[in-house]
């Protein structure tokens, strides 16, 4: 793990169902006005433009662009900020994020234009899960695994 860097602007990679309210809060304190959510509009699907991560930020007024980010939705990572230095993300338990999204989602994926509600029990919607939230990495020209 590497340290935070204030002379560079940080992405924050929110997976879904992963404390990212309460993170919000937080990541509000420390950057202000310069925290800028990237969050698709679920009521309608339009998807976020991205900043000018560089323009907007300083070493004195640092930026953080704070959001979900998936390829499958065309906006991950190497489409809205390829030249990004600097990422983090918290991690959740696999299946206390999964029955949490499952109950989520059931409550509001109908009000969402590209979302649809799961209909199956919980059981058989873990057994036949296959979420693509994390499908953020970052594609190297030589198609090697960047990990």
Known sequence: ??????????I?????KAAGLS??????????????????????????KPVDIFGLHSEAHPLCVFGHFNRNRKRGLETCYP??????TILRDPF???VSQYFFMRKNAAKWKRTVTPTVDLLTYIDQNQTSFLDHTITLNDGADPA
């Not at 993170?23 to 420390?30: A, T, Y």
């Open 23 to 48: 993170c919000q809060k937080v990541f509000k304190s420390w950057f202000g006005d310069n925290l800028h959510r990237h969050y698709a509009r679920e009521a309608d699907g339009e998807i976020p």
């Open 96 to 98: 206390q994020r999964l």
């Open 1 to 10: 793990m590497r340290d935070y860097d204030r002379a560079s602007p940080l």
């Open 12 to 16: 924050f990679i929110h997976i879904p």
């Open 83 to 88: 030249d990004a230095p600097q990422f983090m």
